[in-house]
Each structure stands twice: as structure tokens, then as C-alpha cells.
């Protein structure tokens, strides 16, 4: 029996590769030799297009496509209704070499997607509709290709597991996998948190890289008590305030302009581990030297290049992690990056703490204690593995095994990986072509799937700037300081601070897959905006201290409560994800230098608003900027949790006026029916489905999945759930997420 599931099917990635979710309803019988795939369509809502479809390959009404009553229509068009995403059918037959395919199972043409034509700019998984003997017929000509002779017997039965990573249990003959691989394959699933020692290094290495850039974000805010007069900008003019404004921006300067447009050539020569330990440098020595600095041009220098290494460590750390990470944790991880840069804020405003009791000269300790995480970050990167991507771009195979054997627990799964990677890169060559640094970045803002990516990650960046929390993060102390404190206890508070931000930081590990990058920023961005409004109002509180201090300090914990999990980890998590991969460094690039060059321009201003406005128009002023922001993720971000690349590619491919029309026109009625009528039969469509077809039940009417814990596992990551359809009270198979 055909299913047509009504909710977008989410998909678990492995190893980068899509992993659909096709046995839901077939018996998990040993002697099933077939997994038959579906068309996956996603559709818009009825009546928010001009029906255009768009079918699986460019040649208007094919036989295949005609019979399923789908209409060609020109890639042109933009207002779509449906975008097909089409996949083949495979088998793992226990085929001979020479067998021939078995009947009705003929290996899919290649796909044509063109990345200027907007909607299908995508990558699919190459291996997808390949028969076994094809499949392994080039499994053994990439070996011989690529000196791999001796891993030729693995490497057949990774391609087959990435040909159809939930159907390794299935395969027969020569490559059918032993116990102890099949354990392993599982254990991806049940304890995704089993990994080798060298991952796990790896991830303590990036983990310190974050701590070195909260620190070093930090560590003026305790200074700038004492640094102005010392390096006489200590005044109350427009200039002093300017000049403090600009020395406490200087990294961020750095970064923007320099820092960040470095990674991507300097990942291309000397990889991800050369550019972390030159990042690494660059936060160890320029930060020792501003200790010794006795004028503020000599301390914006040191700053200046302090930025750079804040720059290339910001746009590699993630990536590095990612492509080194398996993919049950690969989120986690990246969402990791926040958290440990709150750590790092943490330490920062500990060090500001202590430095305080040392006197006038603490701003010098202050500043040039942030070298201290530097230096093992320095020392370990070149214990970690390269990244087994960065071999292979540079055909470096061997070594790109050697990388993945280390950091697998499987050979199996290094296997796995490795022909996965190298098929999926053969195919973004031949989509994408060659390119250069000056090329991406131009199509950054010219390939319209490229540009929305783009416009999304702007908004991310922007709105962290925008939402205050580093005029709390750089100034807190002084905020705290005209608010009635003494400068014991404005750091005392500012540590606090600090401590609010990195424990709040945890539970984004959780939500960030649960509730979905969009929906927390769209929760926290209100919460932020009246919590920042009411610690400005708090300053007209009679009195400097008591009340008027303790509610001041409330309200900046409160705000910092709602921003650590929300705008916190989304940014970087989000602009890490949704550029393809042939524009994923130049595009993290642009991200993190909008970010950080925003973050130049609060610096900057932040003295003469405070000076200006006071706290409590500084504060009202920002709590504005809030509702702003809101409006612009609102209208400009598309939910990406739970999607594979593909499925981003396709999300990405939707115009940003059809995405607007929609959240106004369906989104905004249905959270005023929902929540401000409290009608819980309100429903909202999705704006994106995905019908999944040629699924059979089980005759029995058993499910495989039921008594199966791995499965289970399995179906619960991909968000497959029984819910009901509040429109007709039928039962239907739906994914947990709703999209917004």
C-alpha cells in the first residue's frame, strides 16, 4: 500500500550522506534483498503558487513523470508549488561482478541540476540507483586510482553501506559485514557518544579554540576601569570615548577586514589544523605584547592583529569540527563552539576578578591574561587528525584514510565515509566546476540559492549585534559602575554575568534539535527585548545602590538567561550548515565577518551612547533594535533543523517572496487562532511537504521497527511520529516538527 506522508520526513545524515528513512513499513526479514525508493516531493500550500512543478530531470513531461500526473514547467519559474525530488531504486541483490542488474532496477541518470537556475542548485547523493555491480566495478577502479589497493575488500562494503546506510543488515555475498561491523554500524545509533580517544581529543582542541575566543572577547571589559586613564583617553570628551571605543573594537576591526577573508585561502594551503595553529598564534603573541603596551596606538596595534587570529579560529573551529565529527553528533558539536566561547567568557571575567586586587596596573594583567588557552590550543591541534575532506580535495587518499581510520571506531565506518566523500565531491565538480576565492564569493551574492543562504546568514549574524549582549559582554562593568557600584563590585557582577551566560549555554545542546534554530529565536527575541527595557527603567530607582543596583543586575541576568540558549548558539550553528559545500568557507567567512564587524561598530559607539543616552536610553535604544531583529527572522529565516544538505538545497531554492507571503499570510493567523483565541484545532499547513511513495506495510501488519531498539532509535532521530491530522481527526504519519 502507497503512503503519502503529510509532514516533511526528516532525514538523519551519515557521514554527510542522507539517510531516508525507506523501511518504515517492510519487514526487516534477512531474506529481503530489495529497499525500493520512493519520489519525494515537497510541496507549498494550495493557493500560494500558479501550480508551477518542477519533475525530476529537465526534459519536460517525461513517461515516468507524465504518469504521475506531474507537470514539466521551466526552471524560471519561481512561484513553485511542488519541487520533486526524485530518487531510484537500488537492491543489494547478492550480485556477482558480472551479474546483470535484476529486472526493473536500472542504474538512475545522472541528476541534471545547474546552480544558476535557482531551483534544483543542489548535490544529491551520487549513489543513489546504482546497481551492485556498477557500484563495486568503480568501488575497485577508485582503489587502484587512489592506492587504496590495500583497503579494496572495505572500501566494496563501505559503498554499499553508503549506498543505503539503513540497509546494512541486508547485504549479501562477498561484502555482507560481520557482527562486530553491523555492532558498530548500531552503536552509531544507541550510543552515539562511544567515540575514539583521538575524536575525542579533537573535540577538547576545538573546545579550547572557542574558550580562547570568548576570553579574548573579554578581557577588555575589567580593563577599561582603569586602561583610559592610564593611557590618557580617560576623559569625558567625544575623542576619549571615541578612542576608548575604538581600542576595545580593534580585534573585531581586525577580523572583519582581514581576519576572516584569510581563511578560506589560507584552509586551501595549509588545511584546518595550519589555520587553527596560525590563528593560534596570533591570540598568543599580540596578547602578550598589549600587557607591555604604554600608549593606545601601540595597544589598537596588538589588537588589531590579535583580530586576525579571532578571525581565521572563528571561520575554521566549526568546520573543522564538523567534518571530523560523525553525524549523530556532528550538531552538538558545532552548537559547541557557543557554549565553550561562554566558557571562555566565564574565565575571562574571573581573571578580570582577580587582576582587580593588583591595582592600578590590573588593566595590563587583565588584557594579557587571555594568552593562556592559546598556548594548548597551539600544542595539541597538530595531535589531532586533519580533516579527512581536506585530503581528499587535495588527493591525498591515503592519508585521508589514515585520518578516518583514527577517527572512527570501525574501519567499516572510515570506509564508508571516505567513498561517500569522494563520490559527493566528484559531484559538486561537475556541478560547480572550477572556481576561485573571488568567484565564490561573488556568487555568495549572484546564485540565488546561494544568495537566500546568504541573506539567512546575514540575518543571524546581524540580529546577535542587534539583540545587546555585548554592550554587556564589553562594557558591563562600567554599565554596572554608573549604575551605583564600586569597581570590586562591578566586575563582582559582571562575573556573574558571565556565569548566567555559560550554564544557560547547556540547554541549547538540546532544544537547538528539539524546538529548531527559528522557533528559539523567535521565543528569546521578545523575552530579550522587555528584559533589556527593564534593567534601563531599574536606573530610575532612587539611589546608587540597594534596589536600584540589585534590579540592574536582575534584569542583565535575565536577558543573558534568554539570549545563551536562543541567539547564542544559532548564529554560528546556522551559518555553519546552510551554504553548500563548494561556498561553505567563503560564506562562513562573510557570516562571521558580518558578525564581528557589526560588533566593531557597537564598540565604537557604546561609549558615546552611554555617555549620550545613559543606561537606561542606551538600554531602551537596544531593547528596539530587539523587536527589529524579530521582525527580520521572521520574514528572512527558514527553519533548518533536522535537514539534511540536500533537503537545505531545496529549502534554500524557495523565493524569499514566496517564504514572506507565506509566514504573513498563514503563519501569523494561525499563531493569533492558536494562541491569543487558544483554539487547539488551529492548524497550520507546511509550508514544505514531503510525500513519500511506494512503501508497502508489512503483510502481517507487523512493524521491523517495533522490535528493534537501534530502529527505533533510528525513527525517532528522523522525527517520524503517529499523530493526528486536527483537520479530519485521522491518524497519519507525521514528523514532529512543525515548520514555520
Known amino acids: ?95 556477482s561482478p558480472s551479474a546483470e542488474p535484476e529486472a526493473g532496477f536500472t542504474k538512475s541518470d545522472p541528476p541534471n541540476i545547474n ?27 577508485f582503489c587502484h586510482a587512489k592506492g587504496l589497493d590495500e583497503h579494496r575488500a572495505l572500501l566494496r562494503k563501505g559503498a554499499l553501506v553508503a549506498q543505503d546506510p539503513t540497509g546494512y543488515e541486508d547485504i549479501t555475498g562477498d561484502e555482507a559485514l560481520t557482527e562486530e561491523e553491523v555492532d558498530a554500524l548500531r552503536s552509531e545509533v544507541l550510543h552515539k557518544w562511544r567515540v575514539p580517544r583521538v575524536l575525542l581529543l579533537t573535540i577538547v582542541t576545538c573546545s579550547i579554540g572557542a574558550a580562547v575566543q570568548g576570553w579574548d572577547q573579554t578581557g577588555s571589559n575589567g580593563a577599561n576601569l582603569h586602561l583610559p586613564r592610564a593611557l590618557g583617553i580617560g576623559g569625558d570628551s567625544n575623542r576619549d570615548q571615541l578612542l576608548v571605543g575604538l581600542v576595545n573594537s580593534a580585534p573585531y576591526i581586525g577580523t572583519s577586514l582581514l581576519g576572516c577573508w584569510l581563511s578560506d585561502p589560507m584552509n586551501d594551503y595549509i588545511g584546518r589544523r595550519g589555520t587553527i595553529f596560525f590563528s593560534a598564534n596570533f591570540c598568543l603573541w599580540p596578547v602578550l605584547a598589549s600587557a607591555f603596551c604604554r600608549t593606545w596606538q601601540q595597544l589598537f596595534v596588538c589588537r588589531l592583529l590579535l583580530g586576525i587570529g579571532m578571525g581565521t579560529k572563528a571561520s575554521t573551529v566549526p568546520i573543522f569540527a564538523a567534518e571530523n565529527s560523525p553525524a549523530p553528533i556532528r550538531g552538538a558539536l558545532v552548537m559547541s563552539w557557543q557554549l565553550w566561547t561562554a566558557f571562555g567568557i566565564f574565565l575571562g571575567t574571573c581573571a578580570n576578578l582577580v587582576g582587580e586586587k593588583i591595582g592600578s596596573d590590573a588593566w595590563r594583567y587583565q588584557l594579557g591574561a587571555a594568552f593562556i588557552p592559546a598556548v594548548p590550543l597551539a600544542v595539541l591541534i597538530y595531535m589531532c587528525p586533519e580533516s579527512p575532506r581536506w585530503y581528499i580535495k587535495k588527493d591525498r587518499y591515503v592519508d585521508a584514510m589514515k585520518s578516518l581510520l583514527r577517527l572512527r571506531n570501525d574501519p567499516v565506518q572510515a570506509a564508508r565515509d571516505l567513498y561517500y566523500i569522494h563520490v559527493q565531491l566528484q559531484a559538486e565538480q561537475e556541478f560547480v566546476g572550477n572556481s576561485h576565492y573571488v568567484k565564490r564569493f561573488i556568487e555568495l551574492f549572484t546564485i540565488p540559492r546561494v544568495r537566500r543562504a546568504t541573506l539567512a546568514a546575514f540575518t543571524a549574524m546581524l540580529a546577535q549585534q542587534m539583540c545587546g549582549i555585548n554592550i554587556i559582554a564589553f562594557y558591563s562593568a562600567s554599565v554596572f559602575q554608573r549604575a551605583g557600584a564600586t569597581n570590586f563590585q562591578a566586575l563582582l557582577a559582571t562575573w556573574g554575568f558571565g556565569l548566567i551566560n555559560f550554564l544557560f549555554a547547556f540547554p541549547a545542546i538540546w532544544t537547538i534539535d528539539t524546538f529548531g534554530r527559528r522557533s528559539l529565536l523567535l521565543f528569546t527575541f521578545p523575552q530579550m527585548s522587555w528584559t533589556l527595557l527593564a534593567a534601563g527603567l531599574c536606573n530610575l530607582i532612587p539611589g546608587n545602590k540597594g534596589a536600584h543596583l540589585g534590579l540592574v543586575a536582575l534584569f542583565v541576568y535575565l536577558f543573558a538567561a534568554f539570549y545563551s540558549p536562543g541567539e547564542g548558539p544559532v548564529p554560528y550553528t546556522y551559518s555553519a550548515e546552510i551554504f553548500p559545500l563548494s561556498h561553505r568557507e567563503v560564506g562562513m567567512a562573510f557570516a562571521v565577518a558580518t558578525c564581528l564587524f557589526w560588533a566593531a561598530v557597537l564598540s565604537i559607539t557604546f561609549p558615546v ?59 501569523l493567523p494561525w499563531w493569533y487562532r492558536r494562541y491569543l483565541l487558544r483554539d487547539k484545532n488551529a492548524f497550520l499547513e507546511p509550508l514544505y511537504q514531503l510525500d513519500l511513495e511506494d512503501h508497502h506495510d508489512d503483510a502481517d501488519g507487523g512493524n521491523p521497527f517495533d522490535n528493534d531498539k537501534a530502529k527505533v532509535e533510528l525513527k525517532e532521530m528522523v522525527g517520524f511520529t503517529t499523530g493526528i491530522d486536527p483537520r479530519n481527526g485521522e491518524e497519519s504519519s507525521l514528523s514532529s516538527d512543525i515548520v514555520h
Open 1 to 95: 500500500m502507497m503512503i503519502s506522508i503529510c509532514r516533511v520526513l526528516s532525514f538523519w545524515r551519515l557521514g554527510g550522506l542522507t539517510v531516508a528513512l525507506r523501511r518504515l513499513h517492510q519487514p526487516a526479514s534477512p531474506r529481503r534483498a530489495a529497499v525500493s525508493w520512493g519520489e519525494f516531493i515537497i510541496r507549498f500550500p494550495r493557493g500560494m503558487s500558479t501550480g508551477t512543478h518542477l519533475p525530476r530531470d529537465a526534459s519536460p513531461g517525461t513517461g515516468r513523470d507524465r504518469g504521475r500526473g506531474i507537470a514539466a514547467a521551466p526552471a524560471e519559474a519561481l512561484d513553485i508549488e511542488q519541487i520533486t525530488i526524485s530518487t531510484s531504486r537500488h537492491r543489494h541483490a547478492s550480485l
Open 115 to 141: 546552480f544558476n537556475a535557482n531551483i534544483e542548485a543542489k548535490i544529491k547523493n551520487p549513489l543513489v540507483g546504482i546497481s551492485r555491480q556498477t557500484l563495486l566495478r568503480d568501488v575497485d577502479d
Open 609 to 667: 551612547m552611554l555617555r549620550s543616552l545613559g543606561v537606561m536610553g542606551s538600554f531602551g535604544f537596544y531593547a528596539g533594535l530587539n523587536l527589529v531583529a524579530l521582525v527580520m527572522i521572521f520574514l528572512w529565516l527558514p527553519e533548518t533543523k533536522q535537514r539534511t544538505l540536500e533537503e537545505l538545497d531545496y529549502i534554500f531554492a524557495v523565493p524569499t517572496r514566496v517564504f514572506m507571503r507565506y509566514q504573513v499570510t498563514k503563519t
